[in-house]
């Protein structure tokens, strides 16, 4: 195992006609993060595109799976696999509909809340140790189907602030590789 190295996925669906959608916030922030370092996604035998670099002063692998959001685990194992990554440096990036819109909430492990691309994850991994940045979408309006809902694309008013809050999402990225799990929870827990 390489016990230096952080693996960062970022969750979402590939294509132009997802790349808006709620259910992409994973992908949104790893593009963040990859413009952060400078470099450019390539095509990798894991099915995913990877960046490797450097985050906040750390050796990582930024990737985001090519295959659909239902089966991320076959590229997030193969990438953890093939890069030797143990669980406790795997940082997964995605939606959470349970948060609200302009809140980004870390943790370790836990259960899917019927999210299928962490379903997937932990399912391939055979562990649910993994770290989590789940970046808040809320619940959706009236009766709406969650699935539905965040198929669509982010709404006007809160495209006003998405930039910002896909950045504060990367901020908490980086201070969870830098700083530790505990120490970036009291910055990004507050409100």
């Not at 669980?87 to 299928?116: C, M, T, W, Y």
Request: aromatic share 8%; net charge positive; proline share 5%.
């Amino acid at each position: 195992m390489d016990a230096d190295l952080w693996l960062v996925v970022g969750l979402g669906n590939p294509g132009p006609s997802y790349a808006k959608n709620r259910h992409n916030a994973g992908f949104m922030v790893l593009d963040e993060l990859a413009a952060r370092a400078g470099g450019r996604f390539k095509s990798h035998r894991a099915r995913a595109d990877v960046l490797e670099g450097r985050l906040a002063g750390a050796r990582a692998v930024l990737a985001k799976p090519r295959s659909f959001m239902n089966e991320s685990g076959g590229p997030v194992k193969g990438l953890r696999d093939f890069y030797k990554v143990p669980v406790e440096r795997l940082v997964v990036v995605h939606d959470e509909l349970d948060i609200p819109f302009s809140a980004v909430r870390l943790k370790q492990g836990g259960g899917d809340n019927g999210h299928n691309g962490l379903r997937s994850v932990t399912k391939s991994l055979g562990a649910k140790d993994y770290l989590r940045v789940r970046f808040g979408v809320g619940r959706p309006p009236g009766r709406m189907d969650p699935a539905a809902f965040v198929l669509k694309d982010f709404s006007a008013a809160e495209r006003r602030d998405l930039g910002f809050e896909v950045d504060r999402a990367a901020d908490a990225v980086e201070a969870l590789v830098a700083d530790g799990l505990a120490a970036a929870q009291n910055v990004f827990h507050v409100g």
